[in-house]
């Protein structure tokens, strides 16, 4: 009898062994399987979503000053080629390459904003263009020495200031046009240089509050070179 006993708590013992056992490995596999299934989905809807959320980390070139905003999960790569003032680059590079790029061209012919935009566009195959103001945006297929690249766009604005074009420039994977919304939103608010804001004292001084100037202007190096 006490044989049977023992033999029983042996038998229930087993028995929630194996189940808790089939229910670890099934849960273990649903986990699998959820795990499988999101890294099974295509990078541009992954890029997408962390887009959206992502922080713009602010970039500011110590030359000429201009600001650009760009994802906290782009990192700043260099090229040693460049030996040119003002430029910067960000990148994103995980099967798909999506770039992000800032820099300074002298306008030496002295051209307008409606000239350049049809020399630019000429230059970069541009299939589509908008002046507005001082500024002009152009995008159209990539090209790399005249030659287009397959599956690839870019995305640009120009800014005319004095004898200087500030440009900045996205290239992309065509099937990332709906993760790089956002980018695309920022190049069409660039300003080149940001407006300070204002600074108040506190309420509790007697005075009138009062306020620094909303936009102290630039003072760069390259205002003091002469040609």
């Not at 596999?29 to 890294?39: A, C, P, R, V, W």
């Not at 030359?63 to 680059?89: R, T």
């Not at 996205?170 to 069409?188: F, G, H, K, M, S």
Request: net charge positive; with cysteine.
């Amino acid at each position: 009898m006490k044989w049977n006993m023992k033999g029983n708590v042996h038998y229930v013992g087993m028995r929630r062994f194996l189940i808790l056992f089939v229910l670890a490995l099934v849960a273990g596999s649903l986990f699998i399987t959820q795990k499988k299934e999101k890294d099974e989905t295509p990078l541009p809807e992954k890029l997408e979503k962390v887009m959206r959320t992502t922080r713009m980390n602010t970039y500011r070139d110590p030359f000429y000053g201009y600001v650009i905003h760009y994802p906290s999960f782009f990192e700043q790569v260099s090229n040693p080629q460049v030996k040119e003032k003002g430029y910067c680059q960000f990148r994103f590079w995980n099967v798909e390459q999506i770039v992000q790029t800032a820099f300074v061209l002298p306008n030496l012919d002295s051209l307008t904003v409606a000239q350049g935009m049809s020399r630019f566009a000429r230059e970069l195959h541009a299939t589509y263009q908008r002046e507005e103001g001082d500024c002009f945006i152009l995008s159209g297929p990539l090209h790399l020495e005249n030659r287009e690249v397959v599956g690839h766009r870019f995305y640009a604005k120009y800014v005319q200031c004095q004898k200087l074009w500030f440009v900045q420039i996205l290239t992309y994977p065509e099937n990332c046009a709906q993760a790089v919304t956002r980018l695309i939103r920022e190049i069409d608010r660039w300003k080149v240089w940001e407006k300070k804001r204002e600074k108040k004292l506190p309420e509790s001084f007697d005075s009138e509050p009062q306020t620094t100037s909303p936009y102290e202007g630039p003072c760069f190096p390259w205002i003091l070179i002469t040609n």
